[in-house]
Each structure stands twice: as C-alpha cells, then as structure tokens.
C-alpha cells in the first residue's frame, strides 16, 4: 500500500518537477528482490511500465512446500498468474509491457532457475510475453553476474 498510494505519486512528482513529465516507472531485484519486483508488477501492471528481474524465487515451493493460504497465494506469480483466466484484463496490460527475467544456470540458482521455468511455463501458456533468459552453466548466483546482466540488458529498458 505504501508503495503504491505514496512511493509511486512521490516519484511521479519528483520526475514531473525535474523533466517536465512523467515517466515510467520499471520493478527491478536481484534474488529476493527479483521476486519483489515480479510480484510487484504483476500485482499492479496498471502502474508499473515494466520489470527487470534477475535469478528470483517465483513461487512458493522453497519455502513453505505445499503450505498454501492467501498471503503466500497472493505473493506467488506462479500460482496467481497461473490460475488467472484467460480473458484478465492484466495480460493485455502485461504484453504491452516490457518484461525480463533472467537466471543463470550455475552455482547456487538450481531452486531459482526451476521456479523461473514454472514462471516461464505458466506465462507462455496463459499467451503472457515475457522474456525469459536462462544464461550458462558458469553463471552462479552471484553479484558478479548480475552486474555483468544489468550491464547487457539495461540499454534495453532506457528508452
């Protein structure tokens, strides 16, 4: 609720007062973060302009196995989204959206890539376009990977 009734009008102010207009505003994380960032957009896709997110956990599995109550359900892209019938009008808003997620297949990301291949699974068939990339086997889940992605794809997302 914070983010946004106050964060999202505060930013909004602030880029108008500087440029004279206002921008979009994209969801970004790595890891923990990544997760935030897709649940965040995927919450508020009437928002947010896109998401760019980097070897998260996008379900619930990891943590709370086949526990399921509201709140783990209402912050799990892969069940939410999953379930959300085909004619929502947040998949329209999604495919006009710019939407990355990408993980590495290295050292430490074994549970965030299978959650980012759920995620995958569950956006292609509910006809969602997202961009899923899945890096090396060398790529760990690692600071230094993902300053090396945010340096390959950012170019992308200024715009």
């Not at 969801?27 to 935030?36: I, Q, R, Y």
């Not at 399921?68 to 004619?87: E, F, H, S, T």
């Not at 006809?127 to 890096?135: C, D, L, Q, S, T």
Request: aromatic residues 16%; glycine residues 8%; charged residues 15%.
């Amino acid at each position: 609720n914070y983010i946004t009734t106050e964060l999202v009008p505060a930013i909004n102010h602030y880029c108008y007062q500087a440029n004279g207009n206002v921008q979009g505003i994209m969801t970004f994380g790595c890891s923990m973060g990544a997760m935030h960032a897709v649940n965040l957009f995927c919450r508020r896709p009437d928002i947010f302009d896109g998401v760019f997110a980097i070897s998260g956990l996008y379900d619930s599995l990891e943590f709370f196995g086949d526990y399921m109550d509201d709140l783990v359900y209402n912050n799990c892209p892969v069940n939410y989204i999953g379930n959300m019938p085909g004619d929502h009008p947040y998949i329209d808003m999604y495919n006009q959206k710019h939407m990355l997620i990408v993980v590495g297949q290295g050292a430490w990301e074994g549970p965030l890539l299978e959650s980012t291949r759920r995620l995958d699974t569950v956006m292609c068939r509910k006809g969602i376009h997202a961009r899923f990339e899945y890096w090396g086997y060398d790529v760990d889940h690692d600071w230094p990977w993902w300053y090396k992605m945010v340096e390959h794809y950012a170019p992308q997302f200024l715009y």
